[in-house]
């Protein structure tokens, strides 16, 4: 489809070679008169006009048909890769967070024995065994659909994915430091509030421009319950400095 700056071109061309022709055509018809030359040209140029109006209104309605057609399923589908990861790690971000949060030591087929703090080690390091593979799909589609999408979409979703990679870095970061062997040492990392507000913000606009998504979704290995908001995760990291002493999560 040809770019807004390219139709421009080519209309600025059309009226030119519309005027240059009116020029010409007096000149071989012998009508070099000041009067009817310029009175000639004046026409022209309010045909000129009027035909870039109504050219612009015809391409304008034609663009927005295209994207209804075409475009819609590639964002769609887009948004769904989104969706995906942004519920997984706003979930996992949960998990890892919230102090109270316990993995039971006689389930998940645990040897006897294992003590609670391996069982917690274990049930981090789950929370994020899969974002990776959301990342690289959400990643891998935008790469793919860049240039259908338009650009109000993929302004929101490239900052999404730099987020993402962000946090998706924090959040093997607050894993690690409940291994057993680690818990005696001081782990301190950050996460910008401003930051999860914009993704969260990304996730919302999503669902309000394409709700059947949340139809066309499928399910994954993390429950689908509503992601907390960047308030109620805020609030679990405070609860956890106070309550963790090898860990200490700073918001800026």
Not at 77 to 89: A, D, F, I, K, T
Not at 162 to 168: K, S
Not at 212 to 224: A, G, R
Request: glycine fraction near 6%; charge should be negative; proline fraction near 3%.
């Amino acid at each position: 489809m040809l770019k807004q700056k390219t139709i421009g071109i080519i209309l600025v061309i059309l009226a030119f070679l519309i005027i240059l022709g009116t020029i010409v055509s007096h000149i071989i018809n012998d009508y070099w008169s000041e009067s009817w030359f310029t009175e000639g040209v004046w026409v022209e140029f309010h045909g000129v006009i009027i035909e870039v109006i109504v050219f612009a209104v015809i391409y304008g309605n034609y663009v927005k048909y295209k994207e209804k057609t075409q475009i819609n399923p590639a964002r769609i589908r887009l948004g769904l890769r989104l969706h995906s990861l942004h519920v997984s790690l706003f979930n996992s971000l949960r998990w890892l967070v919230d102090s109270s949060h316990h993995t039971d030591p006689n389930s998940h087929g645990f040897p006897e024995g294992t003590t609670q703090e391996e069982a917690d080690a274990w049930g981090r390091a789950n929370c994020v065994r899969y974002l990776d593979g959301y990342y690289e799909d959400y990643a891998k589609m935008l790469s793919y659909s860049n240039a259908l999408i338009g650009n109000e979409m993929f302004s929101k979703v490239i900052v999404y994915i730099e987020y993402a990679r962000e946090l998706i870095g924090t959040c093997k970061f607050i894993a690690s430091a409940f291994e057993v062997e680690k818990r005696n040492f001081k782990h301190e990392c950050r996460i910008g509030k401003l930051h999860l507000e914009e993704m969260k913000g990304v996730h919302d606009w999503l669902l309000q421009t394409f709700p059947e998504i949340k139809v066309l979704e499928t399910p994954s290995y993390t429950p689908d319950i509503e992601p907390f908001t960047p308030e109620q995760l805020i609030e679990l990291m405070e609860k956890s400095n106070e309550e963790l002493s090898f860990l200490h999560i700073s918001v800026y």
